[in-house]
Nanobody, 120 residues
C-alpha cells in the first residue's frame, strides 16, 4: 500500500556532503511526520532528524548545524542534506513516515535504507 524509497547514499570523504532523498508512494491520503534514522555498525538505530507537516524540524545533537531536513509536500519527498560529514556518520540511513491512507487507516512506515560511508 505504501512504499518509501531512499536514494543518494554513497562513499564520501570526511568533510564532504551528500543529499539523501526519500519518496513516499501508494494509497496516501496525508503524511504527518517524516524523519530520518540511522544505524551505524554495532549500534542501535537512532533518530537523526524529523519534521512534522508545517512544523519545525528537530535534530539529534550530534548532527545539529551539519544536517538539514526538508520536505516537498506536493511530491511526498523528504530530503536530508548532510554536510561536514565525519567518519562517525557512517551508517545505513532509513526514511520513516507516519502516513494516513485513503482508507482511513494510519501507520508508521520504513524505507529499506541507503548506505552512507564516510572514509578517506
Amino acid at each position: 500500500q505504501v512504499q518509501l524509497v531512499e536514494s543518494g547514499g554513497g562513499l564520501v570523504q570526511p568533510g564532504g556532503s551528500l543529499r539523501l532523498s526519500c519518496e513516499a508512494s501508494g494509497t496516501i491520503f496525508s503524511i504527518d511526520m517524516m524523519a530520518w534514522y540511522r544505524q551505524g555498525p554495532g549500534k542501535e538505530r537512532e533518530l537523526v532528524a524529523q519534521v512534522p507537516t508545517g512544523g519545525v524540524p528537530d535534530y539529534a545533537d550530534s548532527v545539529k548545524d551539519r544536517f538539514t531536513i526538508t520536505r516537498d509536500n506536493a511530491k511526498n519527498i523528504v530530503y536530508l542534506q548532510t554536510d561536514s560529514l565525519k567518519p562517525e556518520d557512517t551508517a545505513v540511513y532509513y526514511c520513516n513516515a507516519v502516513i494516513k491512507l485513503v482508507n482511513g487507516m494510519s501507520g508508521r512506515y520504513w524505507g529499506r535504507g541507503t548506505q552512507v560511508t564516510v572514509s578517506s
